[in-house]
C-alpha cells in the first residue's frame, strides 16, 4: 500500500507484474530526481534505465560556433594580415625552325615537326633542376625566393639547399605545354612585381640558350660528316690520279685518245696523197710514158715511202713522249680509257663532296631552332594571389561541411547505443 502512494505522489501508475521491491525503488528515484517529461510512466519488472534529456539548443550553437566561426575568424586574419601579397608575371613562347622557300605555305615557312618535341623538351627543362642553375646564373634565387616582403608560411626557409631550392621553384614557377599549339606558358610568382619579371626574363634567356645548344650538337655533326666526305673523296681522286699517271710513265703516252685522233687524221692524209700519186701514175700511162720513165719513176718512189708510212701508221702511235714509240694496242686504249673515265668520276664526286661541305657550314652558321615570344613577360600591375575572399569563404565551406558531417557521426553513434 505504501509503494502505490509512493508511485501515485510521482505521478506513475504501477503495473500488476511489478514486484512491490522494485516499484518502491523506481518511486524513491523519482521522487529524488523527478522528470517532468515522464507523466503516466508505467514501471515493468526489469532493469531500469534512466531516462535521456534532450540535448538543447545551446550545445548545437556552441558547437557551431567552435567548427565554424573560429576557423573562419582565423583564416580571415591569416589571409588579410599574414599572407603577403604574390605577383604573376606570365610569358608564353613556341620554338621555330628555320624558314624553307619550299615551305611557304605551311606555318609561314617554319619546320613544324621537329619543334613541337623541342617545346616539350623545353617544358621539362623549366620545371627542372638545370633551369635553377641556368636561371641562378643571372639572379640570386635564394634572395628572391626568401624576400622579407614575404610571410613566413610562402617564401623559402635559410638556409636552403640546392634541393630545398629546386622544391620551391616548382611551386613558384609552372610551365604547361599545350599539344595542339604547341605553345608553352610559363608562370612565375614572387613577393614583388619587379622580381617576377626578372625571374621570368632569366627563364625565357636560359631557355632560348638550351635551344640553342640542342641544335649545336646537330650543326657540328653535319659539318664534321661533311668534312669527312671531302677527304674521303679528294683521297679516292689521289689515287685515280696517281695510277693514270704512272699507266702513262710506263707506257709512254700522253694522251692515248688524242695521240689515236692524231694518228688517225694523219693515216687518212696518207691515204689521200696515195690516191692523189696513183692518179698521177695512171694519167702519165694513159699518156703513153712508160714504167722507166724519170716521172713514173718519180711517182713510185713516192708511192712506195707513203704505203710504208701509211703501214708504220696503222701499227704505231707515233713519239709518246719524244723519247720513244709504243704500240697503240686495242688493250692500252682500254686501259687508257677506264683510268681517265675514273679519274674523271672521281673529280665530279669530288667536286659535289665539296659543295655538301659548303651548305653544311652554311647551314651550321645560321640557328635551326629558336624561342619565340609572341606575349612577353610584363611588369605586374597588382597581386593575383592570394585570393582573399574566395580563400576565407573556402574555409568557411570547409569548416561547416566538417561541422555538419561531426553532427551526422555522433548522432549515427548515439542512435546505436541507445
Given at each position: 500500500?505504501?509503494?502505490?502512494?509512493?508511485?501515485?505522489?510521482?505521478?506513475?501508475?504501477?503495473?500488476?507484474a511489478?514486484?512491490?521491491?522494485?516499484?518502491?525503488?523506481?518511486?524513491?528515484?523519482?521522487?529524488?530526481?523527478?522528470d517532468?517529461?515522464?507523466?503516466?510512466?508505467?514501471?515493468?519488472?526489469?532493469?531500469?534505465r534512466?531516462?535521456?534529456?534532450?540535448?538543447?539548443?545551446?550545445?548545437?550553437?556552441?558547437?557551431a560556433?567552435?567548427?565554424?566561426?573560429?576557423?573562419?575568424?582565423?583564416?580571415?586574419?591569416?589571409?588579410?594580415?599574414?599572407a603577403?601579397?604574390?605577383?604573376?608575371?606570365?610569358f608564353?613562347?613556341?620554338?621555330?625552325?628555320?624558314?624553307?622557300?619550299?615551305?611557304?605555305?605551311?606555318?609561314g615557312g617554319?619546320?613544324?615537326?621537329?619543334?613541337?618535341?623541342?617545346?616539350?623538351?623545353?617544358?621539362?627543362?623549366i620545371?627542372?633542376?638545370?633551369?635553377?642553375?641556368?636561371?641562378?646564373?643571372?639572379?640570386?634565387?635564394?634572395?628572391?625566393?626568401?624576400?622579407p616582403?614575404?610571410?613566413?608560411?610562402y617564401r623559402?626557409?635559410?638556409?636552403?639547399?640546392?634541393?630545398?631550392?629546386?622544391?620551391?621553384?616548382?611551386?613558384?614557377?609552372?610551365?604547361?605545354?599545350?599539344?595542339?599549339?604547341?605553345?608553352?606558358?610559363?608562370?612565375?610568382?614572387?613577393?614583388?612585381?619587379?622580381?617576377?619579371?626578372?625571374?621570368?626574363?632569366?627563364?625565357?634567356?636560359?631557355?632560348?640558350?638550351?635551344?640553342?645548344?640542342?641544335?649545336?650538337?646537330?650543326?657540328?655533326d653535319?659539318?664534321?660528316?661533311?668534312?669527312?666526305?671531302?677527304?674521303?673523296?679528294?683521297?679516292i681522286?689521289?689515287?685515280?690520279?696517281?695510277?693514270?699517271?704512272?699507266?702513262?710513265?710506263?707506257?709512254q703516252?700522253?694522251?692515248a685518245?688524242?695521240?689515236?685522233?692524231s694518228?688517225?687524221?694523219?693515216l687518212?692524209?696518207?691515204?689521200?696523197?696515195?690516191?692523189?700519186?696513183?692518179?698521177?701514175?695512171?694519167?702519165?700511162?694513159?699518156q703513153?710514158l712508160?714504167?722507166?720513165?724519170?716521172?713514173?719513176q718519180?711517182s713510185?718512189?713516192?708511192?712506195?715511202?707513203?704505203?710504208?708510212?701509211?703501214?708504220?701508221?696503222?701499227?704505231?702511235?707515233?713519239?709518246?713522249?719524244?723519247?720513244s714509240?709504243?704500240?697503240?694496242?686495242p688493250?692500252v686504249?682500254?686501259?687508257?680509257?677506264?683510268?681517265?673515265?675514273?679519274?674523271?668520276i672521281?673529280?665530279?664526286?669530288?667536286?659535289?663532296?665539296l659543295?655538301?661541305?659548303?651548305?653544311?657550314?652554311?647551314?651550321?652558321?645560321?640557328?635551326?631552332?629558336?624561342?619565340?615570344?609572341?606575349?612577353?613577360p610584363?611588369?605586374?600591375?597588382?597581386?593575383?594571389?592570394?585570393?582573399?575572399?574566395?580563400?576565407?569563404?573556402?574555409?568557411?565551406?570547409i569548416?561547416a561541411?566538417?561541422?555538419?558531417?561531426?553532427?551526422?557521426?555522433?548522432?549515427?553513434?548515439?542512435?546505436?547505443?541507445?
Open positions: 500500500m505504501a509503494t502505490t502512494n509512493v508511485l501515485r505522489e510521482v505521478g506513475l501508475q504501477p503495473s500488476p511489478t514486484p512491490p521491491s522494485t516499484a518502491l525503488r523506481v518511486g524513491q528515484r523519482l521522487l529524488q530526481n523527478p517532468p517529461a515522464a507523466p503516466g510512466l508505467v514501471v515493468t519488472d526489469g532493469p531500469v534512466k531516462p535521456q534529456r534532450r540535448k538543447s539548443g545551446t550545445g548545437l550553437i556552441l558547437s560556433l567552435v567548427c565554424i566561426l573560429l576557423p573562419v575568424i582565423f583564416g580571415a586574419w591569416f589571409y588579410t594580415v599574414v603577403a601579397n604574390q605577383y604573376i608575371s606570365e608564353k613562347l613556341s620554338i621555330r625552325g628555320p624558314e624553307r622557300p619550299g615551305d611557304a605555305g605551311h606555318m617554319a619546320a613544324i615537326g621537329p619543334t613541337i618535341f623541342d617545346a616539350f623538351i623545353v617544358t621539362e627543362l620545371n627542372s633542376r638545370q633551369m635553377v642553375s641556368d636561371a641562378g646564373k643571372d639572379l640570386d634565387l635564394r634572395k628572391v625566393f626568401a624576400s616582403n614575404g610571410d613566413f608560411f623559402l626557409k635559410l638556409p636552403a639547399t640546392q634541393e630545398d631550392l629546386v622544391e620551391h621553384w616548382k611551386k613558384v614557377v609552372t610551365a604547361n605545354f599545350d599539344m595542339l599549339t604547341g605553345i608553352v606558358t610559363v608562370n612565375v610568382r614572387t613577393f614583388s612585381p619587379e622580381e617576377s619579371l626578372a625571374v621570368a626574363r632569366a627563364i625565357a634567356k636560359a631557355a632560348d640558350e638550351a635551344v640553342f645548344k640542342m641544335s649545336e650538337r646537330a650543326r657540328q653535319l659539318v664534321r660528316f661533311a668534312d669527312e666526305d671531302v677527304k674521303r673523296a679528294e683521297a681522286l689521289d689515287q685515280k690520279r696517281i695510277a693514270l699517271r704512272d699507266y702513262r710513265i710506263k707506257e703516252i700522253i694522251d685518245t688524242r695521240t689515236a685522233a694518228s688517225s687524221d694523219l687518212g692524209t696518207l691515204r689521200a696523197q696515195r690516191s692523189q700519186i696513183l692518179q698521177e701514175i695512171a694519167s702519165a700511162t694513159s703513153g712508160n714504167a722507166s720513165a724519170p716521172q713514173v718519180a713510185r718512189s713516192r708511192l712506195t715511202a707513203l704505203e710504208a708510212e701509211i703501214a708504220r701508221q696503222g701499227r704505231t702511235i707515233g713519239e709518246g713522249n719524244g723519247r714509240s709504243s704500240e697503240l694496242s688493250t686504249l682500254a686501259q687508257f680509257d677506264s683510268l681517265q673515265a675514273d679519274m674523271q672521281a673529280e665530279k664526286v669530288y667536286g659535289a663532296s659543295e655538301n661541305r659548303q651548305r653544311a657550314q652554311a647551314a651550321a652558321d645560321r640557328r635551326t631552332s629558336y624561342v619565340t615570344l609572341f606575349v612577353e610584363r611588369l605586374p600591375d597588382a597581386s593575383m594571389f592570394p585570393k582573399r575572399s574566395n580563400a576565407i569563404l573556402l574555409v568557411a565551406l569548416s561541411t566538417c561541422w555538419f558531417l561531426g553532427l551526422l557521426i555522433i548522432s549515427s553513434v548515439r542512435d546505436h547505443l541507445l
